[in-house]
Structure formats: C-alpha cells, structure tokens
C-alpha cells in the first residue's frame, strides 16, 4: 500500500557530496516522522538522521556538522544531503517512515525503502 523509493546515491570520491531523495507512494493520510538508516557490508544497519512532521532534526553525533536532513510535505519527500564525504560514509542507504493510512489509524505503520548505494572513494 505504501512504497518509499530512494535515489541519488552513486560513486563519489573523498570530500565530494551526495544528495539523497526518497519518495512516499501509495495510501498515506500523514507521514510522521521520516528518517535514514545506512548499512554497510558485514555491519549492522545504524540510523543517520531523522525528521518529524513538524520539521524538528536529529542526527548521529558523528555526522553533525555533514549531513543535513529535510523534507517537503507537499512531495512525500525527504532528503539527505551529504557533505565532505568519507570512504567511512560508505554504504546502502536505507529511508524510512511512519505512515498513517487513514485518518482512523492513530498508531503509524513503519515502511523502509529498498535503498541506494552510496560509495565514497579514497
């Protein structure tokens, strides 16, 4: 019923930026909060940035200062713009929301992306 597509990621060297979209599809009343997750290989999937409805952020402390997320409510739409980018940085990265379906359901149902690769190069 709901789908969220990632794009933008690609091959980029050292210091380079990157700026990722995702889109939500399909039945959606409201879309809470919005977020983006990144795993690279043989590691656990680790959360990079968030977004509420109301546009308040939050970020893994390592990232401050490079990454910077956003979103147009009006698209279904949230990005992540990355800066100064580290072979570190390099992964699939992963959207991720909480939908309302209607205005009947008050528990938000969670939808991940299929995830874009991102590759930093050194």
């Known amino acids: 019923q709901v789908q969220l597509v990632e794009s933008g990621g690609g091959l980029v060297q050292a210091g380079g930026s990157l700026r990722l979209s995702c889109v939500a599809s399909?039945?959606?009343?409201?879309?809470?909060?919005m977020a983006w997750y990144r795993q690279a290989p043989g590691k656990q999937r680790e959360w990079v940035a968030s977004?509420?409805?109301?546009?308040?952020?939050n970020y893994r402390d390592s990232l401050k200062g490079r990454f910077t997320v956003s979103r147009d409510n009006a698209k279904n739409t949230v990005y992540l713009q990355m800066n100064t980018l580290k072979p570190e940085d390099t992964a699939v990265y992963y959207c991720?929301?909480?939908?309302?379906?209607?205005?009947?359901?008050?528990?938000?149902?969670?939808?991940w992306g299929q995830g874009t690769q991102v590759t930093v190069s050194s």
């Open positions: 991720n929301a909480d939908v309302r379906l209607s205005v009947e359901q008050i528990t938000p149902k969670n939808y």
């Open positions: 977004i509420t409805s109301g546009g308040l952020t």
């Open positions: 399909g039945r959606i009343f409201s879309i809470n909060a």
